[in-house]
């Protein structure tokens, strides 16, 4: 056991350190859950990719169709202009051909465009795709670090709290049930450190006489704000 003026400011620090080594294991879990949430919006850009991919497809092929209907019409068309028997008739079927070639030719303007945006679109697809492979595999990577992680922090928790056991035995029998109540609640909340005169949680002035027995070795309580003092912390130790 390391030198210290009441035993106090050791186990001030030693519950600091716990709380540090415990707030990593509580986060784990919650960066997995981050990295995760990553992954899924990955996964849905891709779905919703592929759903869009799909209806262009649809509507391009539709066009094809209608562009196939249109060109037999034509075909109809101009056998029947071949046939016609006067020169309005004739006109008529002209216009009409002429039309449909022109609605044609519009559709197969947009087909065109359709097929470049599905190119593009697969090649984005492509790029998510490849992304989505790099994101599971730092989800992998992660999970398997907090892993490892996990043992080493629950190791040096079950340190600190060994540790905080032999410190404890300095805590006197009187004041030992408030003691475990405050360290319970608040950690290392529980503790305030002396620095000068004041106390340095509440920045009350102490009176002499406190400081008096603060050095002599005693154990109290702030009668401002009920922390357990102990002066000025001492060198930490790992
Ligand atoms: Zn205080």
Redesign the pocket.
Known sequence: MPAARNGVSELHGLYSKLRTVQNQLQSAPRQMQARQQITAGKQAEIDATKEKIKKLKLSADQSNLQVKTNEAKVLGLKVKLNQAVSNREFDALRSQVEADEMANSVLEDEILAAYEKLDRMKEELTQFETELVALKAAETKLAQELAAAEAGLKAKAAEYQRFIKEAETVIPGEIELAYRRMVQQQGPDAF?AVEGNQ??????TLPPQTLVELKSGKIMF??????L?HLAPREDRD
């Open positions: 305030a106390c340095q949680n509440c920045f009350v702030c009668k401002s704000c009920s922390k003092m």
